[in-house]
Each structure stands twice: as structure tokens, then as C-alpha cells.
């Protein structure tokens, strides 16, 4: 509108400037001849004929070039805007998108539980003769489900304030590589030992981290539980450590089922749940591990991909940045 606003004002004015030097060149050219003094009156009526007739054709000309200019103004004006538009909004209707799906998803997990225990209790209401051992078995089911509500709105809260751009580092500290990654295998060992997966290390450099270390460590300890988890049983689990420049890379590798190229993209988005995992194995979880993951690992200045191919195993890296000497 603006740019149009601004042509067409322009063209009033060139259309003026050409209106009057048209006039006033028609104006000398009619004085020029009615001064020959040996043209006849019929001649001198012809010529003033014509010359009004040039000079409406030369104004109209004007008038429709105009015209013309203004009309390409303004088509390129609109498509030029809606481009822009486009590529404003698109950022912004994507974030839109993932909210709405996020809410989706949030609302669906959170009512299975509580339509689970509904039903439950209701049935039992209804059953006059409900035994104390009945009752109890329906208070244990309960506790599942109230359990389950109580992981995932942990873990939505503690992806909330992960992912608050203002959050920070709280107890930052030098940890080394081996630190965190002994600190992990410790904590999923027993999950482990469950399905008789061994984990082998190989720590190939010693390398510096500044890190929150309960958090890093977190983010590891899910990477393992997920090799575990998707992992079969008596199955290994590599851990890889080696430095790259000012970097350190950390790998972990299983020989689990592996993930489909066309999920990959998806994997580290919260509540994503390869269909693999959701339907076939009916491995439990609710799809935020990866997701909050991937915060922590990038409120360390890191960033983690991952490498996979069904039926031969997946290897996860994460990249974090390396610090200097150990203060201790
Ligand atoms: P959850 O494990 O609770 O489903 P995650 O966010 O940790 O959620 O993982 C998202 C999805 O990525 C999983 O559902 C699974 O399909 C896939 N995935 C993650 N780690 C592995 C792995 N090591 N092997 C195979 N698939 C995996």
C-alpha cells in the first residue's frame, strides 16, 4: 500500500510536468507557424487541428504508460509482499504447529493415565461385593498410574525450565570426560545387569568439560538407559571418548534394533516415539528422554547426533566443548 501510495503520487506529478511541457510545446509550435506569413486560414485551422489532436494522443500516451507502470508497481509490489510475509511467518506458524502438537501430545499422555485409574475405580464402585484383597489390588494399580502421571509431568517441568532461554548453569565445575561417563555407567549398572548387557569403555583421551555434573551426567545416564532399553539381552554397549580440536566426543553405541532413517529427524522432538518402539516392543517411556537430553547437552555449548541403521544399532555423539587445565 505504502509502495503504491508512493508511485502513484510520483506519476501525478510526472504526469503534470509532461502535461504542461506538452502544452507549452504545442503552445511555441502554434505561435512558430501562425508567425509564416504565406500560409493560407484553411492551413492555419488544419494545423491547430492537428496539433490538438498530437497533443491529446502524446497525453494519453502518458496517461497509459503511467497506467502501465503503476500496474507492474503493483503486482510486483503484492507478490514481492506476500514473499516477505511467507518467509515471516513461516517461522513463526512452524512454532505454532509445535506448540499445538505439544499440547496434543502433553494432553493425550496425561489423560491415558487418568482414565485408566477412572475406569477402574468406577468398576470397583459399581462391584457390591468389592473384597479388601480387590481393593487393594486396585489401589496398587492406581499407584502405577499416579506414578506414571508423576514421571511425566516431572520430566515436562524439568524440560520447561531447560529449555527457558535465560536458564543457566547453576554448579558449573571442571569434570573430567571419565568422571562423567564412570558417573553414568554406575547408575544405569544394575538396569544392565537385569538383562546381562555388558558396557565397555573406551576412554582413548583424557579431556576437560565445564560442567553442571549432575545434569551432564543425567544426560548420559538417559543415552545408556536407552541402549539398555532398546537393546536385547546379553547384548554389548560401547562408550567411546576422544578429543577433537578444543572438543571432546563421547560415543555410545548399541547393537539394539537400530532407528528408521525417516525418524531420525524426529527422535530429539518431545514426545516423539518411533513407531517401532511404540508398537511393536511396547517399551515403556513417554518419548521427552531424548528431548531433554538434547537441552542439557546444549546448555553446555554441546550438541549430539546420532548415526543408526535398523537391525544394526545405533551410536549416539555428543560434542561438548573441551576446557583447559583441571583446577582442583
Ligand atoms: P522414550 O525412550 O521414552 O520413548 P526418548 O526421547 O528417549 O523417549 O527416545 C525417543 C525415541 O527414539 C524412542 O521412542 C525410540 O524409538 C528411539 N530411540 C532412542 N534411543 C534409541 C536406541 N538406542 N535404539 C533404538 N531406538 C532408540
Request: aromatic content about 6%.
Amino acid at each position: 500500500m505504502v509502495m503504491m501510495a508512493i508511485s502513484i503520487f510520483f506519476s501525478g506529478i510526472v504526469y503534470r510536468l509532461a502535461v504542461n511541457e506538452l502544452n507549452r510545446s504545442g503552445n511555441d509550435q502554434s505561435i512558430l507557424f501562425n508567425n509564416l506569413s504565406d500560409i493560407s486560414p484553411g492551413s492555419r485551422e488544419q494545423f491547430t487541428e492537428s496539433n490538438d489532436t498530437h497533443l491529446r494522443e502524446a497525453k494519453k500516451r502518458v496517461f497509459i504508460g503511467l497506467l502501465v507502470t503503476n500496474i507492474i508497481i503493483m503486482v510486483g509490489a503484492g507478490l514481492l509482499s506476500y514473499y516477505l510475509a511467507k518467509q515471516t511467518l513461516e517461522p513463526i506458524e512452524e512454532s505454532h504447529q509445535a506448540l499445538e502438537r505439544f499440547t496434543a501430545d502433553a494432553s493425550h499422555e496425561l489423560r491415558t493415565p487418568i482414565a485408566v485409574m477412572q475406569s477402574e475405580i468406577e468398576v470397583a464402585l459399581m462391584d457390591p461385593k468389592l473384597s479388601i484383597k480387590e481393593a487393594k489390588e486396585l489401589l496398587h494399580s492406581n499407584l502405577e498410574e499416579l506414578e506414571r502421571l508423576t514421571t511425566l509431568s516431572d520430566g515436562l517441568l524439568h524440560l520447561a525450565r531447560l529449555e527457558k532461554n535465560d536458564m543457566q548453569l547453576e554448579n558449573i565445575e571442571n569434570i573430567e570426560n571419565i568422571e562423567i561417563v564412570s558417573r553414568a555407567v554406575s547408575t544405569v549398572k544394575n538396569r544392565a545387569q537385569e538383562k546381562k548387557i555388558s558396557i565397555k569403555l573406551k576412554i582413548s583421551d583424557k579431556a576437560i568439560i565445564r560442567a553442571d555434573q549432575s545434569l551432564l551426567t543425567e544426560a548420559f545416564v538417559t543415552l545408556l538407559d536407552n541402549a539398555i532399553k532398546y537393546s536385547s539381552k546379553k547384548s554389548t554397549i560401547y562408550i567411546a571418548s576422544r578429543n577433537l580440536v578444543r572438543k571432546v566426543e563421547i560415543t555410545i553405541t548399541d547393537k539394539g534394533p537400530g532407528i528408521d532413517t525417516r525418524d531420525i529427524p524426529y527422535i530429539f522432538d518431545r514426545f516423539y516415539r518411533a513407531d517401532r518402539a511404540r508398537s511393536k516392543h511396547k517399551i515403556a517411556g513417554y518419548g521427552l528422554g531424548l528431548a531433554i537430553a538434547k537441552s542439557i547437552i546444549e546448555l553446555h555449548a554441546g550438541h549430539i547426533k546420532v548415526v543408526s541403521k535398523i537391525g544394526k544399532g545405533s551410536t549416539f555423539s555428543v560434542i561438548l566443548p573441551q576446557h583447559g587445565k583441571l583446577l582442583r
